[in-house]
């Protein structure tokens, strides 16, 4: 049974700062892992989709990375802002023919001007 | 322009009530999911559908009754709510069943409470 989890679970930081958010996940065999963002009271809002078959995707600030056989991916976020502050999230797809997410614990990430 | 929407936002209820929460997406996908977030914030998948046929069905308890009359809405009924229903509902949906590629897009959330 795939089990993800993410640490720290809470971060807090100065603004300008650059960031590491960690997540492991136990099996291996995914399809693909992605990085949400979720903001208080609000949805889920997708910032990254790494394909099982690739190493990293960068959007702007954000980089995130793959590595299967470890069972990790990192979310690196660069220069933060304090509209960064949000609870990310990471999600192994394990579905094989079909989308089957499996959430982290999340982290709390607060930065502060 | 709201993509996928969910009524209501807030459900206050009596334990043992029947109640419903609805979806919608105008995205024309044609997959879409529930989620369940619990007090912890831990986010579960409930169940997912794929062109109003269901996909996905993680043990929910059958008190709870997904329904998709077609594939922009699906609506999940909870019938005899308890207090551990309590928690935070998402719908989503993703452009396909399968893509390597494809994202899922969030609702807002309902908020259910029992009491």
């Known amino acids: 049974k795939q089990e993800v989890t993410q640490i720290p679970a809470a971060l807090s930081v100065p603004e300008g700062e650059n960031l590491v958010l960690n997540c492991s996940f136990t099996d291996s065999a995914i399809y693909n892992l992605q990085w949400f963002r979720q903001d208080p009271g609000k949805g889920l809002t997708s910032l990254l989709l790494?394909?099982?078959?690739?190493r990293e995707q960068t959007s702007g600030r954000l980089n995130a990375s793959l590595d299967k056989s470890s069972g990790r991916s990192t979310l690196y976020i660069a220069a933060s802002q304090p509209g960064d502050s949000a609870t990310y999230l990471c999600a192994c797809n394990e579905g094989t023919g079909f989308q089957k997410l499996v959430f982290g614990t999340g982290t709390r990430l607060l930065v502060s001007p | 322009d709201t993509a996928v929407s969910q009524t209501p936002k807030y459900l206050v209820t009596q334990m043992g009530n029947d109640k419903s929460i609805k979806c919608e997406q105008n995205l024309g996908h044609d997959t879409m999911y529930w989620y369940k977030q619990d007090s912890k914030k831990f986010l579960k998948i409930m169940f997912s559908?794929?062109?109003?046929?269901?996909?996905i069905n993680e043990t929910v308890p059958n008190r709870f009754s997904p329904k998709s009359p077609d594939k922009a809405h699906l609506n999940l009924h909870i019938n005899s709510l308890e207090l551990g229903d309590s928690a935070v509902y998402f719908c989503?949906?993703?452009?396909?069943?399968?893509?390597?590629?494809?994202?899922?897009?969030f609702g807002p959330g309902t908020r259910l409470t029992v009491l």
């Open positions: 559908y794929n062109n109003k046929e269901l996909i």
């Open positions: 790494i394909q099982s078959s690739q």
């Open positions: 989503a949906s993703s452009p396909r069943l399968a893509g390597g590629i494809d994202t899922q897009y």
